[in-house]
């Protein structure tokens, strides 16, 4: 490929990651305080909706990949996925029941989830050198979250955060004005369904050794590295959806807290720069995100993949761990900005060795299987889990306790990261193997 060809090639993928995080990240973080606090609906409600997504996700991939591999062009797919997924996002939005929202959310991730899995592939199967280029066209996704998030959180603070009221009052004030980021998603994916056919031509493969690519994933999948990395990647998502369930309400409190004391002048910079609603502060976890995966094309020659899992499930525990034991605004800022190490170093750096030894004409399904265990089983474990099970036992007089909560994924990734040392192969394994 020339460089012209290369220099034209990257805008478009660029701008495929913003417009698909930003679809994802204008709700993903405002949804648990939206149902629990707006709508009302239980802790173990919400928690089966945000596992009706998942289940979805986990049916999607099979399909999704067989389809990008072996019947029609992935930019096409990823065309039809996404205007249908603007439709059932909007429809989230003003839906207003436990059941109905529960079932959409059940179709909306059976469409939504395979596309993160679909984009990364069409990434990799055009980018020149997937190592040097790949992080400088992912870490447009993450500017795209911020963007989404920080808008949000900037039409909270403007138009949903009332003054001069009891904190109770700016609490549900923002809990319904939450809404309106399912708007914002949908106008985003109507945007990324169209761009999508602007996208180069990843036609299905021609080379097929076997006619469903999922039996040739399986067997695939099922040697070192893989075999470990997608069964720690189940654990690794209970503690994800800890974060992405509870911070943003977590976070709320904080700010509201720290922004109503006239004398913080750094909590009332914080919010006027990031808004509120506890989506906008988050994003600080996507800034840094940036520099890390700016960073990825040095790292990933520098340090082994197995280092740079291992680097992520440390700042996974180190996160849980300031949340639990150290809830004031500063550490739980720098707590936030771990996010960058645990998605670029684990989430980010699994993807590339999925990329990396799979065979060719299997890629697309199998980061479908892998994103099947992140946002498919891994979400629906992790949202019974943390809501239904540690979240009910973490309530203390209709209150959560945020120390005893978060110190449970805390002990996960302690977990997990033994599980790392002890079974992911060396460098020199794999090449002995090799």
Aim: aromatic share 12%; glycine share 8%; proline share 4%.
């Amino acid at each position: 490929m020339t460089e012209q060809k290369t220099m034209f090639l990257l805008p478009r993928l660029s701008v495929m990651m913003f417009l698909q995080f930003a679809i994802w990240g204008a709700w993903l973080p405002i949804l648990y305080p939206f149902l629990l606090g707006y709508r009302e609906f239980s802790l173990t409600e919400t928690g089966l909706c945000l596992s009706a997504g998942a289940i979805g996700a986990i049916f999607g991939p099979f399909i999704a990949g067989q389809l990008a591999d072996r019947v029609i062009s992935t930019e096409k797919l990823l065309c039809i996925s996404h205007l249908l997924g603007a439709v059932l996002v909007y429809m989230l939005g003003t839906t207003e029941t436990f059941v109905p929202f529960a079932i959409l959310s059940g179709v909306y991730g059976f469409v939504y989830a395979p596309t993160i899995a679909l984009t990364n592939s069409l990434a990799f199967h055009h980018l020149p050198n997937r190592d040097r280029d790949f992080g400088k066209v992912r870490l447009w996704g993450t500017v795209g979250w911020i963007a989404a998030g920080i808008a949000v959180g900037q039409y909270l603070r403007i138009w949903s955060t009332p003054v001069d009221v009891p904190i109770e009052e700016i609490t549900a004030a923002q809990d319904a004005g939450r809404a309106i980021a399912f708007t914002v998603s949908a106008v985003l994916g109507v945007i990324m369904g169209f761009f999508c056919l602007t996208l180069p031509h990843t036609p299905p493969t021609q080379n097929q050794k076997d006619r469903f690519a999922w039996l040739e994933t399986l067997r695939e999948i099922s040697v070192q590295p893989l075999v470990t990395l997608f069964l720690i990647a189940v654990p690794v998502s209970v503690i994800h959806q800890f974060y992405f369930v509870f911070t943003s309400d977590f976070v709320t409190g904080i700010q509201n807290s720290a922004g109503s004391n006239a004398a913080n002048s750094f909590a009332s910079g914080i919010n006027t720069i990031l808004g509120v609603g506890g989506g906008g502060l988050m994003t600080i976890g996507q800034m840094s995100e940036i520099v890390v995966l700016a960073c990825m094309p040095i790292l990933a020659v520098k340090f082994s993949k197995k280092t740079l899992l291992c680097t992520g499930l440390v700042a996974y525990g180190l996160r849980m761990a300031i949340f639990s034991y150290f809830p004031t605004l500063v550490p739980v800022i720098f707590g936030v900005a771990l996010h960058g190490l645990c998605f670029g170093c684990f989430i980010f750096v699994a993807f590339m060795v999925v990329d990396e030894y799979c065979s060719k004409d299997v890629r697309a399904t199998a980061q479908n299987f892998f994103n099947l265990v992140i946002v498919g089983v891994g979400i629906i474990v992790g949202s019974l889990f943390a809501t239904a099970v540690v979240g009910e036992w973490a309530m203390v007089d209709g209150k959560m306790d945020y120390s005893v909560l978060f110190s449970v994924p805390m002990w996960i990734a302690l977990a997990c990261l033994v599980l790392m040392l002890l079974f992911y192969p060396s460098v020199k394994s794999l090449q002995a193997k090799g």
